[in-house]
């Protein structure tokens, strides 16, 4: 599925609003069993240019250097590029598509250990999760774990652990039609390099992941297949490009 990214830019007083919205998308949990559960992600402060919704900082970087100079960017040449985020907010909408079930959904916080190109990972953090399964061992000759098992959560991945800290959890049991909004706000001004972010997918200190799981309630076996979440997010960003006579704090 195609994903685009809407980008917003205005000027006020140096600082450039940045804003990447997503398209509605509709994920499938529930299965012929009714029994697997589903995963989908957005994050803040990505860098990594595979993945679209997770490049952020790359496209920021970017465009601020092509709005400046008016030519293709050079990406040796924004090596040395800086620039300060003041703000950053994130806002996730659930939206329970299904007329009969209920949906659970909780949102993972998560945050890199170390600088990272997680190795085997698809260009999406779910997807690092979910292949994050691939490489646990089976125990006792008992089939491995996945992503899609009933009840299944990050705390149960021993790769991802190993690369990922969750530091917070939200959570929301969605009616029939019901919504809920999460949201994440980053108040802090950051400084970054692009010498730094340009050299992984996942910056310790910088990336803020929300990994989300969903599972319909009560769902009858053969009857119904699937359960459908509509997931929308919009992620806003307050930045300013350091100009090289400027001096500055040390940049992440």
């Known amino acids: 599925m195609v994903r685009t990214i809407n980008r917003v830019i205005n000027s006020r007083l140096g600082t450039r609003q940045m804003t990447f919205t997503s398209p509605n998308e509709l994920?499938?949990?529930g299965g012929v069993a009714g029994n697997y559960q589903a995963w989908g992600s957005s994050s803040l402060f990505g860098s990594n240019t595979n993945a679209t919704r997770e490049k952020d900082l790359f496209t920021i970087f970017s465009e601020l250097r092509e709005e400046e100079h008016g030519v293709p960017v050079d990406l040796n040449a924004m090596n040395t590029d800086r620039l300060t985020i003041q703000s950053a907010n994130m806002e996730m909408n659930f939206r329970n598509e299904d007329q009969v079930h209920a949906q659970n959904v909780i949102v993972y916080t998560v945050v890199p250990k170390f600088d990272t190109f997680p190795s085997g990972y698809t260009a999406l953090l779910h997807d690092a999760f979910a292949n994050g399964f691939n490489a646990t061992e089976s125990i006792n000759g008992k089939p491995k774990l996945n992503a899609a098992n009933w009840g299944v959560?990050?705390?149960d991945n021993k790769k991802f652990c190993g690369e990922f800290t969750v530091i917070g959890s939200r959570q929301y049991q969605l009616s029939p039609g019901e919504s809920a909004t999460f949201s994440y706000a980053h108040r802090r001004p950051k400084q970054l390099t692009y010498r730094r972010i340009g050299n992984a997918n996942y910056t310790r200190g910088n990336f803020v992941g929300f990994l989300y799981r969903l599972q319909p309630i009560g769902m009858v076996p053969a009857v119904q297949v699937t359960s459908n979440m509509r997931v929308q997010w919009r992620?806003?960003?307050?930045?300013?490009?350091?100009?090289?006579?400027e001096s500055s704090a040390t940049a992440l």
């Open 235 to 245: 992620k806003t960003y307050q930045v300013k490009r350091i100009e090289d006579n």
């Open 153 to 155: 959560s990050p705390f």
């Open 27 to 29: 994920i499938a949990a």
